[in-house]
């Protein structure tokens, strides 16, 4: 069983197109996020969401819309595609350490799903 | 400000020892993780160090100075299969991961 699954794995598509990715995880966790990977290999956080609700949303452009139906689920819906969107977009999840500080970060990463826009 | 530096790349022998650093600049800090990725693959968890000192995990050991904001990862009896990014990333107490640039390190025979 795959713990952060997120499909499409490849998405190649025209400037202006919508496109969405889906993102999965049967951890039990509680905080999702997505990070992009550009093509210098850096990750930049997007979004994390813990328990559905919105946390962190880094100055991403209004046309990335994150949604969480449940816990378990964080899809990524992308409007009118840009060319420096092309990247690879990586979803992940961790285990909230309650009150108090983190013993651990430990974020469980899906294999990724690259997206080039042409 | 917040900012993570790691050398871009790193060359070694299989069967030696590798150290990659990572120091980063920050007013806030909570510990420094590690993780490996290896090329078309996903970022791996290797370790988090939350206190200075070592953390010793199999031929991977992590090392955390707070003081000299200051940390990096130990890689022994390398193996080709090692060849790969590594990646610091450090929680600045905002509840998120930021990563480091990376260092790709790459094994030779």
């Known amino acids: 069983d795959t713990a952060v699954s997120q499909t499409p794995k490849y998405l190649v598509t025209q400037m202006g197109n919508d496109k969405s990715i889906k993102c999965e995880q049967n951890l039990g966790h509680d905080t999702m996020y997505w990070y992009k990977q550009d093509s210098k290999k850096f990750l930049k956080i997007m979004f994390s969401y813990n328990n559905k609700e919105l946390i962190i949303n880094e100055t991403v452009p209004n046309r990335f819309s994150p949604k969480s139906p449940d816990k378990a689920h964080l899809n990524l819906h992308i409007n009118s595609l840009e060319l420096g969107d092309s990247a690879v977009y990586f979803c992940?999840?961790?285990?909230?350490?309650?009150?108090?500080?983190?013993?651990?970060?430990?974020?469980?990463f899906g294999e990724g799903s690259r997206l080039t826009v042409l | 400000g917040q900012s993570l530096e790691q050398p871009s790349e790193v060359t070694a022998v299989e069967g030696a020892i590798v150290q990659i650093n990572c120091t980063y600049q920050?007013?806030?800090?909570?510990?420094l993780s590690w993780y490996q990725q290896h090329d078309g693959g996903a970022p791996t968890f290797l370790s988090y160090?939350?206190?200075?000192g070592l953390e010793e995990t199999g031929r991977f050991s992590s090392f955390l100075s707070r003081s000299d904001s200051y940390g990096y990862l130990l890689l022994q009896e390398l193996q080709m299969k090692d060849s790969a990014s590594y990646f610091c990333?450090?929680?600045?107490?905002?509840?998120?991961?930021?990563f480091g640039t990376g260092t790709r390190l790459t094994i030779i025979p």
């Open positions: 992940a999840s961790s285990q909230e350490s309650g009150s108090g500080r983190r013993v651990s970060w430990e974020l469980f």
């Open positions: 160090n939350a206190l200075d």
């Open positions: 990333a450090v929680d600045f107490g905002n509840e998120k991961l930021t």
């Open positions: 920050t007013s806030g800090f909570y510990g």
